[in-house]
């Protein structure tokens, strides 16, 4: 390990633990809600986890010089939106997956309709946190407003659940790498997308700042996919915390299946160039971490 | 039907009808979404409903003077809010419904696969709608803002969905009328309560002109539950297009349950006229509308 990737480790471990810190205030213990949905809600809140799109927030932000305190209630939000999504694509009618992380999944806990809720109550909160960028951190009302409309744009219909329902649909088999394609985007790339611009926008980035995230996130949510689909093949139970080869289990296809896996290897290597390259060619003042970040998840090996 | 009650229908289906034009248009066809997904939430958004909840949005921005063009995007909000909760409140894990208004339920047509993907794009949506409040029709951003954490907190875990999952794990049996209040007030008032308030707030109201829409709200909504309880076991299966005494059935318990239906109808009227009460001590200038939408629902037989 180099001083580099050795000094990224230790950024990245650092940033998840005040992310960490920051999920477990996110519900006040004074709130008035059934105990049952709120342990349902932490429960899968609080169950590991990487924490990078929130990492990735704070990044963004640092780049550009903006504010760690108003960020975190964004970084916040997409991993309170990202834990939504595993828990409904761990109900019966979609994964139907008993394990995550190595734990039970939500609704093997606390049954279908509380998981069903949590995950709806988890989606509304990230709203909820993220006005509060705004109003306990000053961030301004416009940035604020369009971080809303781009979460609400890239974790919807035209996005993450829209890749969610391609998956779904295309679970007989799909036909074409396009459609394999669209699914990853969709259900990976545009939550790091929102991330990475979220954290711009509170740091005040311009247009053309923002258009540089947007390619950076687009190349690096495809490369961790493909990454992951590989692991998936080759990682160890252990590690993944779920049946190696699970997805292969459910006919569903990955990156390898189409392209074989020393060119989906090489995919990686080449989005993650064209990632970087859209930061270095921009007028981002700091992007020596998100650089780094790119160079750490090529390579994970969980 | 005298002169003012009339007037008050003619308002109400004026209003409904300028709403449905809105809801055809909320999923623009030029979205690049899944063909299964886009039809699943358009079959709920476009099944029917009173529409009531957009009305008393559009109703509260009148009474203040505020736009109706900025106050649309927010009644379109709580509209989407209100048919995913019914889509989900559907889903077999919940309250296992086949039908609603007469139809299918969601499931039922597209799997509940889709169903719970289309209430979450729904919500996600919901979200969309209101910053386009500020981006399309100049509504003050600090106010788009306070309306997009009202509805997080008034749909969250604290609002609506806490009043679903206090139902459903209710179901047993509940022992106390306090907590079919509690369930009364978050699965019905709540989103009455954030209707009234965004309206006023598109229209620019003081915080004691919104106190007075949350006083109006939270006693309507509570008047329009117990109502629609003894609708339910006096109403007849056509006019509300699922069998009657369904929730009996499935053991839920009632206002007329607790403390009879004579009583029952007796607290409607006197929440409807706590409700006129709190809008005729206000400095809302122009409420007549408000007021006769109460009349209005404590009137109605289906």
Not at 286 to 302: F, G, W
Request: net charge negative; no cysteine.
């Amino acid at each position: 390990m180099n001083n580099t990737s050795s000094n990224i480790h230790i950024y990245i471990a650092a940033h998840a633990e005040q992310v960490e810190t920051a999920l477990r205030q996110t519900l006040p213990a004074a709130w008035d809600v059934p105990s049952s949905l709120r342990e349902s809600m932490d429960y899968s809140l609080m169950a590991g986890g990487k924490r990078l799109r929130p990492i990735m927030v704070l990044a963004a932000a640092e780049a550009l010089g903006g504010s760690l305190e108003a960020a975190m209630p964004i970084a916040i939000a997409i991993e309170l939106v990202h834990t939504y999504s595993l828990v409904h694509d761990d109900l019966p009618a979609m994964d139907n997956d008993d394990y995550r992380r190595g734990k039970l999944t939500n609704h093997k806990v606390y049954g279908e309709a509380m998981a069903i809720l949590a995950g709806d109550a988890l989606l509304t909160h990230a709203f909820y946190s993220i006005t509060q960028a705004h109003k306990k951190h000053g961030a301004q009302a416009d940035r604020v407003l369009a971080i809303t409309e781009e979460l609400a744009v890239l974790a919807g219909a035209r996005g993450m659940v829209g890749g969610q329902a391609a998956d779904m649909l295309g679970e007989q088999g799909l036909t074409k790498l396009e459609e394999l394609t669209y699914i990853h985007t969709h259900k990976t790339s545009d939550l790091i997308v929102f991330s990475l611009r979220a954290g711009g926008h509170i740091a005040g980035a311009t247009d053309e700042q923002l258009e540089a995230l947007s390619k950076f996130g687009h190349a690096l949510g495809l490369a961790f996919q493909i990454q992951d689909d590989i692991l998936d093949i080759i990682g160890d139970e252990k590690k993944l915390g779920k049946p190696v080869k699970s997805d292969e289990k459910q006919m569903k296809v990955t990156f390898p299946y189409f392209i074989g896996m020393e060119a989906s290897e090489q995919r990686v290597h080449e989005l993650t160039q064209q990632a970087k390259d859209a930061l270095n060619h921009s007028t981002i003042a700091n992007p020596d971490r998100l650089l780094q970040i790119a160079d750490y998840l090529m390579k994970r090996d969980h």
